[in-house]
């Protein structure tokens, strides 16, 4: 437990001994007693004033700990000097709990935190039901006031630190503590090891090193080898940092929950995590907080203690906005504690307490001069006794061995200061000269340093060094005099409280201040080598960004700006890149372009991180500096980039893809705006000459380069894609393959590959692209763009050729892996847009859904959301089991995108997890989307006119499956017509898929005609799929086209292509629309077979309400019970139109446990030539082969006759 806070001064704490008698007395005489010296010890362990908090703070914590209802705080009024609020009611079950502890500064907040682990700890240790081997586990982390020479996350790397000290280290006191932490570390490192987001060689585990480094003996575990340790510290070298990728916040968020979450979970008592003054913290710090104080989903077993001074956090403060996002977050799970001065009876007793009277009369004499002067602050009482003691005001009678003051109340009051950082100011000038040089130095440096350290910094050139003795001495002695303390956690001496430090700082005259300071960077720079001395760099470039120009070499002090923000950029801090590029770009105005080299580099890193903050006036004047400036073509291009770029961000597609095709004809391409057929022509015989009659496959020949050029030919391809400028996009591609085929391949090849393929994956002989809205692929955002009407000409063979372009795309990116962004950007692309063409749903179900979390992972989040939208239309295009688990996914990505604000992609989530409950529910209404997850009508009613028209449109494709589903006529016909007034075509692939498939099933279900030609536009759509391959589209064809032709054949074969397509929900409902079919020709036995074959179908699919309506529609499947060890299906071979359910050949298909999969069965077409011999041989080896009698025998069966 920290020996430190904001309530006593370590080193002059203490009560007065016990009185006993005269001999007693008499043998103090010759003491080393500190009283006897004229210092006042001040109460340890001894809290004034707190009851009401500190028991707040326990029945909160033994809440979590036993999950007891009846232990809980009190709701009740609130004593002088407290306020206790929750977001509701009090908490009773209480897996995980953020308190906010607020209160002005001095005024006991680390006291009452540090006495309130104190007491748990005693509580434990002291219980029969417990032993001291499983301790409360608590960590700490302070943020300073100097956030701008810290290194970001510093309070939390801070934690960090003092887990792997306590944890890995073995800072324990006691043998039993020691086994109990090589057990619990032991019980970590496994859960590491089988962590998918922090276990070795995982992006996570990097990302940890990278930002926290003293996590790695942690992360590494006592089982790590040497090989693994050294490629760890080789990656956290801070010139390597500089020269890597930087980790995306989100990874940042994740890691860290991950770890906290595997922590938390391997104790048995809750963890117990303090931040204090949090009204200091960084943004990056920021921002990680409110992921992890909002996220109670995940992180379990765990208190969150979060300390800031009221009087500096107001309305506008980012830590307020924080407690509220977490407050409506949380709700009932989150705590807040108002602290404010201590009652003038509390502060009587503590004085009393301090100077060893027992009566606390005996002190109202000093009260009433202290307390009007200290408002009560306990921290400012302190300082005020100390003022008094200096002053003589106050004194230590050795002869009568007790305090005493002799003048009057008025002479007291105006020895004491009512500005308690001069008070100390006054303090510090009693002390002696080398210990005023260390405080001065400790008071500009952000964290706590050791004695080695201190030694380097305090050397100076007029030979005064001190040794690392004299310099623990010193130490120890400052500690004695109330201003330093001992940090148990962090192991090095702290300062005692903000003020002092405060104080330290302002008691350097200024000539002296910048000497020292020079210094103190000179001495920092150099000791800033590997990562864990990373901070160095920090505080050096912080203090000499404090001077003034002209006692700073400006050219070196810009170059350690530009160094340190590469480093911040590296550790996940853009906010602290973007601060130190400002400060260069300050120190270079002088004299700026002097100094071409420099200049260009300030400006376009200042460009990159600008445009990266979305500040759009800052980086359009650096874009105009460099573009009046720069010399050459080469050295202007990142300023054009950035200027195409920043059109992109604020989605004006189609002019920025204007202005990038003018920066590429910069580059003498001559690329048209608004190309021409001829044009188009032009290009492609170009494009021919430059394969030499080979294939897109030889791309995958071709070197691999750097190249920033292709960046902006991607860029303009999905720019014009998204704008509706096909032709365009096409010159534009076609150039950069010329280009890719003469230098090589860069990593944004495959990427704008994609773009093409997508392109020409167009239905159709003509591409008619009418004012819509468009779903983006590449940026996935839920912005609605207007689709100009453009028409070109293309040819029926495209979506083989995109299929080719995707497939090449796939495997150049192959090569690109390391870059997680753009490798997964690419794959998700290709599979929505290119991949499902041609090839199954299942086959890119996982890798879709693999993209989502990568891309989450990295930050890029709306194309990670628009790879899980895709990933659902692919699950349920592919009929994926439904069921609680999948809602509950469904829920999880929904409340993610709440909390990055993106409620368009929020509502779509809505609408699936709607849709399967109304599948798995029983219902009256089935095909109404107004339930829990989504109701339609007040959703819609709250959105703009372009989202509500996607998001109507979206419900309708829903709605409608549900309709045919449920056999809804009135809601088909209603969902027809909202669907009819949408162009016929969409770049998402299986969403397209689900809206075409049961658009046509519903049009040929419902007896008006008038709907037959949407259903043949969709058989016609599905029929040219089919003849290119598709493996998606013959269920969908054969199934529409036998109900717009029902015979026994037709639904035999839509059953059978649904089967070997793996798609058991459209063979559900096959089946049972052949059983209505069969049943109009009164074929009973042979429908009621195909109805019980739907019936499990269904329940396997997931869709219990609908099961539940057939058993209400045909009683007979109310009795139907499944056969032990078999699962779902037919009860008939789907090609016998007169085979019953015992003469089946094949036995029963069926599905054990929800998996679809068809056992025991062989299946044949009985009506062509080979049948009856396919028959034959198929009995002779069941019935001779013995060994072939299990349920896996019939694929055996198979590949013999095959």
């Known amino acids: 437990m920290p020996d430190y806070d904001d309530n006593y001064v370590s080193g002059c704490h203490g009560t007065v001994a016990e009185q006993l008698d005269e001999a007693y007395y008499d043998d103090r005489s010759d003491a080393d007693d500190d009283m006897e010296k004229g210092r006042i010890k001040f109460p340890k362990n001894k809290l004034y004033g707190r009851d009401k908090e500190l028991g707040v703070l326990r029945q909160l914590y033994g809440a979590m700990a036993t999950n007891n209802s009846e232990e809980r705080a009190d709701d009740g009024a609130a004593r002088e000097g407290t306020r206790i609020s929750f977001a509701g009611s009090s908490p009773s079950n209480i897996d995980s709990l953020v308190v906010f502890l607020s209160g002005y500064s001095g005024v006991g907040k680390s006291a009452l935190v540090a006495e309130f682990i104190n007491q748990i700890q005693q509580e434990y240790n002291n219980s029969a039901a417990n032993d001291s081997s499983s301790p409360v586990l608590h960590f700490s982390g302070k943020y300073t006031q100097q956030s701008s020479g810290a290194a970001p996350f510093s309070a939390v790397s801070e934690v960090f630190g003092n887990i792997v000290s306590s944890l890995v280290n073995g800072q324990q006191r006691s043998e039993e503590e020691k086994k109990y932490t090589r057990s619990l570390c032991t019980k970590i490192w496994k859960k590491i090891q089988s962590s998918d987001v922090i276990g070795p060689d995982t992006d996570g585990n990097e990302v940890l090193i990278e930002i926290f480094p003293l996590l790695r003996p942690l992360l590494d575990g006592s089982y790590a080898n040497n090989k693994k340790i050294q490629r760890m510290e080789s990656m956290s070298n801070v010139e390597d940092g500089e020269k890597k990728g930087e980790p995306s916040m989100n990874a940042v968020k994740e890691s860290t929950s991950e770890l906290l979450t595997l922590i938390a979970s391997s104790l048995q008592r809750p963890l117990i995590l303090f931040l204090d003054d949090l009204q200091w913290a960084d943004g990056p710090s920021m921002e990680l907080l409110l992921f992890l104080l909002a996220n109670d989903t995940q992180l379990k077993n765990l208190m969150f203690i979060c300390a800031y001074r009221s009087n500096e956090v107001g309305v506008d403060h980012p830590f307020a906005n924080i407690m509220t996002k977490v407050t409506e977050s949380r709700g009932q799970l989150v705590a807040k504690v108002d602290l404010f001065s201590l009652s003038q009876e509390a502060i009587s007793l503590f004085i009393a307490d301090s100077i060893g009277m027992e009566e606390v009369d005996s002190v109202a004499e000093l009260v009433e001069v202290i307390y009007p002067k200290t408002m009560g602050n306990i921290f400012c009482v302190m300082q005020a006794l100390e003022e008094l003691v200096r002053k003589n005001a106050l004194y230590y009678d050795i002869m009568c061995f007790e305090w005493r003051w002799t003048v009057d109340k008025v002479e007291l009051a105006n020895q004491v200061s009512a500005d308690v950082v001069e008070t100390i100011k006054d303090k510090i000038k ?89 210094h103190m960077a000179d001495v920092l720079q150099r000791l800033g080598k590997g990562s864990k001395m990373e901070w160095c760099l920090y505080t050096a470039v912080d203090l000499l960004n404090s001077l003034p120009p002209d006692k700073v070499d400006v050219a070196d002090l810009i170059k350690l700006n530009l160094r340190v923000s590469k480093i911040a950029r590296s550790r996940g801090s853009p906010e602290k890149e973007n601060m130190l590029l400002r400060e260069s770009l300050e120190r270079l105005q002088p004299f700026k372009w002097n100094n071409y080299d420099q200049s260009l580099e300030v400006y376009n890193a200042v460009i990159a991180s600008e445009c990266n903050l979305g500040n759009g006036d800052s980086m359009s004047t650096a874009i105009d500096e460099v573009l009046d400036h720069a010399k050459s073509l080469q050295d202007k291009f990142s300023a054009y980039f950035a200027m195409v770029q920043h059109l992109r961000i604020s989605k004006d597609y189609r002019t920025a893809a204007h202005e990038g095709v003018k920066v590429l004809n910069m580059y003498s391409y001559n690329i048209p705006l608004q190309p021409t057929k001829i044009d188009l022509i032009r290009e492609k015989m170009k494009l021919r000459l430059a394969f030499k009659s080979r294939s897109y496959a030889s791309l995958l020949k071709l070197p691999i380069i750097e190249d920033p050029i292709f960046e902006l030919f991607n860029q303009v391809c999905w720019d014009a894609l998204f704008s509706g400028q096909p032709r365009l996009l096409m010159v534009v591609a076609w150039t950069a393959i010329r280009r890719a085929i003469e230098k090589g391949v860069e990593r944004h090849l495959p990427h704008m590959l994609v773009a093409l393929g997508t392109l020409l994956g167009k239905k159709g002989e003509v591409i008619c692209l009418q004012v819509h809205q468009v779903l983006i692929l590449g940026e996935c955002s839920l912005t609605f763009i207007s689709l100009q009407h453009i028409t070109v000409h293309m040819t029926l063979g495209n979506i083989k050729a995109a299929n080719e372009i995707g497939n090449v795309a796939l495997t150049v990116s192959e090569n690109f892996r390391d870059n997680k962004a753009d490798y997964s950007s690419t794959r998700f692309a290709n599979y929505a847009g290119i991949i499902f063409y041609l090839q199954s749903f299942r086959s890119g179900v996982d890798i879709l859904h693999q993209c989502y979390k990568d891309l989450r992972f990295v930050g890029r989040f709306e194309p990670a959301l628009g790879s899980q939208l895709n990933y659902i239309y692919a699950y349920f295009a592919a009929g994926y089991q439904m069921g609680t688990i999948f809602e509950s996914k469904l829920l999880v990505v929904d409340e993610f995108c709440k909390s990055i604000d993106k409620s368009g992609f929020a509502a779509s989530f809505q609408i699936h997890r709607q849709f399967a409950m109304n599948l798995r529910q029983r219902s009256d209404h089935p095909t109404f989307l107004n339930g829990p997850a989504f109701q339609q009508d007040t959703a819609l009613a709250n959105m703009s006119d372009q989202a509500r028209k996607m998001t109507l449109r979206d419900a309708s494709i829903f709605r409608l499956e549900l309709a045919f589903i449920f056999n809804d006529s009135e809601c088909m016909a209603e969902m027809l017509e909202t669907l009819s007034g949408y162009p016929f075509e969409d770049q998402v692939i299986s969403r397209f898929y689900i809206r075409a498939c049961f658009m046509g099933l519903a049009a040929f279900s419902l007896a008006e005609k008038n709907y037959h030609a949407i259903g043949n536009k969709c058989l016609k759509y599905f029929r040219r799929m089919k003849k290119l391959g598709s493996t998606n589209a013959p269920p969908a064809y054969f199934f529409i086209a036998a109900l717009k032709k029902p015979t026994k054949k037709a639904f035999t074969t839509a059953i059978d292509s649904c089967r070997e397509a793996s798609m058991p929900h459209l063979e559900a409902m096959t089946r049972e629309r052949y059983a209505m079919f069969l049943l109009t020709r009164n074929e009973l036995e042979l429908a009621n077979s195909c109805l019980t074959s739907a019936y499990w179908l269904y329940f396997d699919w997931g869709a219990h309400g609908k099961s539940l309506s057939l058993a209400r529609e045909y009683p007979f499947l109310k009795a139907v019970k499944r056969a032990k060890g078999t699962g779902t299906g037919s009860h008939v071979s789907s090609r016998s139109g007169t085979a019953t359910a015992k003469s089946a050949v094949s036995g029963s298909v069926q599905n054990s446990g929800g998996i679809y999969k068809r056992q025991g069965t062989f299946n044949y077409n009985s009506t062509s030539k080979y049948g009856r011999v396919i028959l034959s041989l198929t009995l002779l080896v069941y019935f001779h082969a013995p060994h072939l009698h299990s349920t896996n025998s019939v694929p055996v069966i198979a590949s013999i006759l095959q």
């Open 430 to 518: 009693g002390l002696s000269t080398d210990i005023q040089r260390l405080l001065s130095v400790m008071a500009f440096i952000p964290q706590s340093v050791g004695v080695p350290v201190l030694k380097e910094l305090l050397m100076n050139d007029e030979d005064n060094s001190l040794d690392e003795n004299k310099i623990a001495s010193l130490l120890k002695e400052a500690s004695e005099d109330g201003m330093l303390m001992w940090s148990t956690e962090s192991r090095n001496y702290v300062f005692s409280h903000d003020r002092i430090r405060e104080a330290s700082r302002e008691y350097v005259v200024e000539e002296d201040r910048d000497k020292m300071l020079r």
